[in-house]
């Protein structure tokens, strides 16, 4: 709604217009009352006010002085002046103030609703305007950022400092999107990218580039004395995951470079480039650049214990998988690594144990659990509190696979079990299973095709067209019947999905020698 401020130095008419005229209807709501201009000041400073409703001649500040310093001050704010006959040319005076209209009093009932639709309509074009000077100049900063990006010759000096590009600090993030095998229908990436990250809680800026169907760069940016950290764009990338689990079949890989100045931005790709080349395993993914990984000469068996080590943790080898957690922190123990080397390699160890988890196990507050531990990671001075936190992130993992969690495996079977029990009912919707099994309708729908191979509809419907078959061979029921009987109330409907599913009509399937009895 719109926010009004009436301003009259008679009570009445303030009284009248608040009361006389339907604002909701207007899509109005008054925000303040003032008998002066010096009172409208002091709410326009503490609330978001869109229209000023002022009289001409009020003690204090009268509404031209008023107009005036709104008009300097909260451009934003339209102000709309009521006159008497008598002030008439006193109010032509008062758009020369930036008064936007102005409105006789003796007539406000018909005039004032007029020039508040009038002025509502100047204040949508106004943001339409602004939005889309907004996105013109995204757009070309997305020209200017990409040519650094991806190291192309293109005049672009004088659109760094044209947008203050020099004063903000970047991050180059490189994404890898891969989808279900058979999937025929494959979303929008850019239109699904800005709906995730306008769902996600963030402060950055970002910019979307070279996307494709199977892959995307994001350049995050904050401004330099706001600081923008590596923390920040994991949480948002967690946050991200977990979104994207929830309503679209694909996995998501991202690779994360170190934070730059906009001068190093292709430097910033290339390491996002390089992170995102080190995943070795499917489904999800969070890889921050390590530097170790491409230094010549780096043992890279020291890269696949600690993979090694998460895998036996998973195939529940406990003993095995300490073992070689412990060979790969004696290794960063002697290699006298930087401190934000080692952070990388703790945070890609971590997250690899997340993403295990997170596709394998529904675990409660599994998000929260993971920000605190990146927030532990990037707040670690020494190497004993980092490779404390690799060993407390496999217990907090053998602890999930050790208890009563809720194995994904098992959620299916669960479904399952409840899908045979309910077959029959003709009310059984997607929403039933989902409480009965305690997860989201887009969750267990999502599970279920992959590790079944099959969706839930088609499930349901293949129970149904096999009991349907029992009972077309051992009972006389009429075909209406037995659609009832399998849950399914329209009979011309049962019929088509029996041919459907069976390649034949339930009468040609009853009819059929040694499948029952004829009609």
């Known amino acids: 709604m719109y926010q009004i401020v009436i301003a009259d130095d008679e009570t009445s008419i303030r009284n009248g217009i608040a009361c006389l005229i339907d604002w909701k209807a207007l899509d109005c709501e008054i925000a303040g009352s003032c008998s002066n201009g010096a009172q409208v000041l002091e709410l326009v400073k503490n609330q978001d006010i869109q229209i000023v409703v002022s009289d001409i001649r009020m003690p204090v500040m009268d509404g031209l002085r008023l107009a005036e310093i709104l008009h300097r001050d909260y ?68 020209y200017v950022l990409e040519a650094l990006v991806f190291d192309r010759i293109l005049p672009v000096e004088n659109g760094i400092e044209v947008f203050g590009l020099d004063q903000k600090q970047y991050c180059v993030c490189l994404c890898e999107f891969s989808y279900e095998e058979g999937e025929k229908t494959r979303p929008n990436m850019l239109k699904a990218m800005e709906n995730f990250l306008g769902m996600a809680s963030h402060s950055f800026e970002h910019y979307l580039m070279n996307t494709s169907i199977d892959n995307m760069t994001i350049l995050f940016c904050r401004d330099q004395q706001e600081k923008l950290e590596i923390k920040d764009i994991f949480i948002l990338f967690s946050e991200i995951l977990h979104i994207a689990e929830e309503f679209l079949r694909i996995s998501i890989k991202v690779g994360i470079s170190r934070i730059f100045g906009v001068n190093q931005l292709h430097q910033g790709y290339e390491q996002a480039k390089n992170a995102l080349f080190h995943s070795t395993e499917s489904g999800n993914e969070i890889l921050f650049f390590n530097e170790q990984e491409t230094v010549d000469g780096w043992d890279v068996s020291v890269g696949k214990r600690k993979q090694e080590a998460v895998k036996l943790l998973f195939e529940k080898k406990y003993a095995e998988a300490e073992q070689k957690l412990e060979d790969w922190k004696r290794q960063l123990r002697r290699a006298g690594l930087p401190l934000e080397t080692i952070q990388a ?52 993992a053998r602890k999930v696979l050790e208890t009563n969690s809720v194995d994904k495996h098992y959620l299916v079977n669960a479904i399952d079990a409840y899908i045979r029990e309910n077959y029959c009912s003709n009310n059984l919707t997607l929403q039933q299973i989902s409480e009965a099994v305690h997860a989201s309708t887009s969750y267990i729908s999502r599970l279920y095709k992959k590790k079944t191979g099959r969706t839930l509809t088609s499930e349901i419907n293949r129970l149904r067209m096999q009991k349907a078959k029992e009972l077309l061979s051992g009972t006389t029921c009429k075909i209406y019947e037995i659609a009832e009987m399998v849950g399914i109330e329209d009979a011309g409907y049962f019929t088509s999905l029996f041919i459907k599913y069976e390649g034949c009509s339930p009468s040609e399937y009853r009819g059929m020698p040694g499948d029952g009895q004829e009609l």
């Open 75 to 142: 451009p934003d704010v339209v102000v709309l002046i009521l006159t008497a006959y008598s002030d008439f040319n006193y109010a032509r005076q008062a758009l020369k103030c930036g008064v936007s209209d102005y409105i006789i009093k003796n007539d406000f009932m018909s005039e004032l609703p007029a020039a508040i639709e009038k002025t509502k309509e100047k204040l949508k074009a106004r943001e339409k305007r602004r939005e889309e000077e907004k996105r013109n100049e995204k757009n070309r900063k997305t």
């Open 345 to 396: 390699n703790v945070v890609n160890l971590c997250s690899a144990v997340f993403r295990a988890l997170d596709e394998q196990f529904e675990v409660e507050d599994i998000q929260r659990m993971e920000v605190e531990l990146y927030n532990r990671i990037y707040n670690g001075q020494t190497l004993y509190q980092l490779l404390k936190i690799c060993d407390e992130s496999f217990r907090a």
